[in-house]
């Protein structure tokens, strides 16, 4: 179980969900560490990369567009 007060703990589960490519899980768990600490870098870049591939995924759908 996480620490829900720490930061980096978030940041640590986002970096996992990204390797396992479960965007919306990593996109999550970095919110959560930026809620805690808005200058967390490697939470601003998890943030990014899950961002980047939920909006290519949703872009790669026929049925979204």
Do not use: F
Request: net charge neutral; charged share 35%.
């Amino acid at each position: 179980k996480l620490n829900p007060k720490d930061p980096a703990a978030y940041a640590n589960a986002s970096a996992c969900y990204l390797a396992l490519e479960r965007w919306v899980d990593a996109a999550r768990a970095a919110e959560r560490a930026l809620r805690l600490d808005p200058d967390l870098k490697i939470a601003q870049e998890n943030l990014e990369k899950a961002r980047h591939h939920t909006v290519e995924k949703k872009n790669d759908d026929p049925l979204q567009n």
